[in-house]
């Protein structure tokens, strides 16, 4: 008689947790698709001068902690940054910049050669720097994407402090959005960046004009 009384408890208890279960099935939703994005835009064509002798390596570029995030960053107010987990980048913003900033300034044939990787060739110069500012932001109603880049161009080998540093600058661009969706930040990101990529070339060609190798 004294383990009689334990059986509707039993019972009660799986018909509580059956009902639960049942519960949870009815809704639960399906998961919000997670879509990702990059940036696209033309290479440049080669130039028509001939290329001049530096070999220039891009190295790592690191990004500002707000932006150094796969998730898209967005302005939701003053001070304020956040992030859309559902829309992000392929790649990191720094990644992204060493692969196109390499790319771009390969195809433009200003240089006689350009690598991302360590070892492969001796570099002449090295390019590197930071992603200072990667995000969508609204402005007098308006979204616009903002890219920042600071960079600093050196001579690799070069023992004199004073003339080691081709070029130290920083780029910034701003371009509105067509719409205002992932897509539309995307294609907006990438008309910015494609725009302080051809800044930042014209300055290395302007810096190492005069360069020939002497020590």
């Known amino acids: 008689m004294r383990g009689h009384w ?4 039993v019972w009660a208890v799986a018909a509580l947790s059956v009902a ?3 519960g949870c099935l009815l809704s639960r939703t399906p998961a919000r698709e997670i879509r990702y994005f990059t940036l696209e835009y033309e290479a440049p064509g080669p130039s028509a001068a001939a290329p001049l002798p530096a070999v220039v390596r891009v190295s790592l570029f690191g990004a500002a902690p707000e932006y150094d995030t796969r998730n898209m960053v967005y302005q939701d107010g003053a001070f304020a940054r956040n992030q859309d987990t559902y829309n992000r980048w392929r790649a990191r913003p720094g990644d992204m910049a060493v692969f196109f ?3 771009d300034i390969s195809r433009s044939g200003l240089f006689r050669a350009v690598t991302t990787l360590d070892g492969a060739v001796t570099p002449t110069h090295v390019l590197e720097g930071m992603v200072t500012e990667f995000f ?3 402005s007098a109603g308006k979204s616009e994407a903002v890219v920042g880049l600071a960079v600093t161009l050196v001579e690799a080998g070069q023992a004199d ?3 080691q540093v081709a070029l130290s600058k920083e780029y910034h661009a701003v371009v509105p959005m067509d719409d205002r969706s992932a897509s539309g930040a995307a294609a907006a990101m990438s008309k910015a960046f494609a725009q302080v990529s051809g800044e ?3 300055d290395m060609r302007q810096a190492l004009a ?3 190798g002497e020590k």
Request: charged share 45%; hydrophobic share 40%.
């Open 136 to 138: 969508e932001r609204e």
């Open 210 to 212: 005069g360069w020939r």
């Open 200 to 202: 930042l070339r014209r």
């Open 20 to 22: 639960a279960f049942s």
């Open 6 to 9: 334990k059986k509707p408890i």
């Open 161 to 163: 402090l004073a003339k």
């Open 101 to 103: 900033l390499a790319r």
